[in-house]
């Protein structure tokens, strides 16, 4: 009984730190702040010099698409630039969002976007933001898709059929490969690296921010939670459900394994047959990346809750090894947060201008 009672104590405790954590006030929570814009759309359109479409059921009139990947009707959003003309061509730029978000993480950093192009920093393009959650909402437990097919559904075949198709049928798109980018922060940042790698023949650019680029990183130790040694490093073989993969106050709120691989995979334990496939720095090998094949960017940080930092930098000394060029942007004292994502943010635009600059109307 009095063991019991501890665990009783335990789990309400458990309950109060993730409320804590969860809440919007937090400064670094770790899938980039998840709670939906207070501002309504049309408050945020008045702010800008382009427009955000709605293709969403968040305001009152459902207007998703339809998926035959998922069999679904999917949210998205569609930026169009200042001064936007339908009769011109216009680069394309996929948003994916992180874990446990939705469609609505990109109404917290078009701003950003919009501000860039106002300014003649960037060049206009063509933004959307598609809804990669599992579920179809933000959602705490099983959020993430990461994109993949999965038993979780189609993600993959979401992205590069369903929402591919959807813009080029009603957006004036440019057809070059040169001119499609993916973006992405988090799990997002992910994405849009598997995604690019794998579809070189359609996406010549790529660029993340706090990317886990390898899935499988361990020390020479067996360490998780270390900085990456290129003298001492080694692979994952096993998926250790309840190991600690994300660590906030100290380790007083630990995000573990199981809820960001459980959802894909089930319980299969195989770390290199299940993550090794769709693992960025391997698909490097796996894909025969090329040096010229692909523009590739990352923004991270040194302070990263889960020690994203050590996944970067070992997918950029694979990267290196192979004779590709990774460009990249270090914040040592940022964490994995909106914060350290909106400071990355802009030096990722800034490298991305001249790359698709050949490609957007004058």
Request: proline residues 7%; aromatic residues 14%.
């Amino acid at each position: 009984m009095p063991n019991e009672g501890m665990s009783v104590v335990r789990r309400s405790l458990g309950a109060v730190l993730v409320f804590i954590i969860w809440t919007p006030s937090t400064p670094a929570v770790f899938p980039l702040g998840w709670f939906r814009s207070a501002q309504t759309l049309d408050e945020i359109n008045r702010k800008l010099h382009g427009k955000v479409l709605d293709f969403t059921f968040n305001h009152g009139c459902d207007r998703r698409i339809y998926s035959a990947a998922l069999d679904a009707k999917r949210d998205l959003y569609v930026y169009l630039p200042p001064g936007y003309d339908p009769s011109q061509k216009y680069p394309l730029v996929f948003f994916l969002h992180g874990f446990s978000q939705d469609e609505n993480t990109f109404l917290k950093f078009v701003t950003q976007f919009d501000q860039q192009i106002a300014c003649g920093h960037l060049p206009p393009l063509i933004v959307v933001a598609p809804d990669g959650s599992i579920r179809g909402r933000a959602t705490l437990l099983n959020g993430g898709s990461f994109y993949v097919n999965s038993k979780a559904g189609r993600f993959e075949d979401y992205i590069m059929r369903d929402v591919w198709e959807f813009m080029h049928r009603r957006f004036p798109i440019r057809p070059e490969r040169e001119a499609h980018v993916m973006l992405g922060g988090s799990m997002g940042g992910f994405g849009a690296y598997y995604l690019s790698i794998k579809h070189r023949d359609r996406i010549g650019v790529v660029a993340a921010v706090f990317p886990p680029l390898n899935l499988r990183y361990l020390d020479c130790h067996g360490r998780y939670f270390s900085n990456f040694d290129p003298n001492c490093y080694s692979w994952r073989t096993r998926i250790r459900y309840f190991a600690p993969i994300g660590r906030y106050y100290g380790g007083l709120v630990t995000i573990r394994e199981h809820r960001l691989i459980r959802p894909l995979y089930g319980l299969s334990r195989d770390a290199t047959a299940v993550l090794a496939p769709n693992n960025p720095v391997e698909m490097l090998e796996s894909y025969n990346v090329q040096p010229g094949e692909l523009e590739m960017f990352v923004g991270y940080v040194g302070r990263d809750e889960f020690n994203l930092d050590a996944q970067v930098e070992s997918f950029l000394y694979f990267a290196r090894c192979r004779g590709l060029q990774v460009s990249s942007v270090y914040l040592p004292d940022g964490k994995h947060s909106i914060e350290s994502a909106r400071k990355l943010l802009n030096p990722l635009l800034i490298w991305l201008s001249p790359r698709i600059a050949p490609y957007s109307p004058q």
